[in-house]
């Protein structure tokens, strides 16, 4: 049963209160070990130096994107098989499509509660403890 106080977790989103907003239902759930980028070439500079368990990771932001993200992850040598959640704001079908053929791992629609993450995360690496 992983214990959320010792996984790491990258949050990213180019909004610091949907960040915010997510650091906090993290830490809420028992999560200490947050890290966090503006943008999907911050994202990527942190997951290729720093040993991930989790990346939870907004779709819509600027020089690149969630899905972006989600191949350059999945491409990468370190990072490639670090369990991925799309965030969004909008419950396209087609964005869930294509992210599932990338790769992603979950899909968690904003706003979201800390319950809700919390299940998404559980789908994703397994019961927290």
Known sequence: MP?????????????????????????EIGFRHIHEAENGVQAMETAAVQPLD???SDYNMPEMDGLG??????GHPVARKVPFIMLTGRGDRELVVKAAQAGVNNYLVKPFTS?????????????LS
């Open 3 to 27: 214990v959320p106080g010792a996984i790491k977790v990258l949050v990213v989103d180019d909004q610091n209160s949907v960040r915010q907003m997510t650091r906090m239902a993290l830490e």
């Open 54 to 56: 989790l990346i939870i």
């Open 69 to 74: 993200l989600l191949r350059a992850v999945r």
């Open 115 to 127: 319950a809700i993450l919390r299940d998404k995360i559980e789908a994703v690496i397994g019961k």
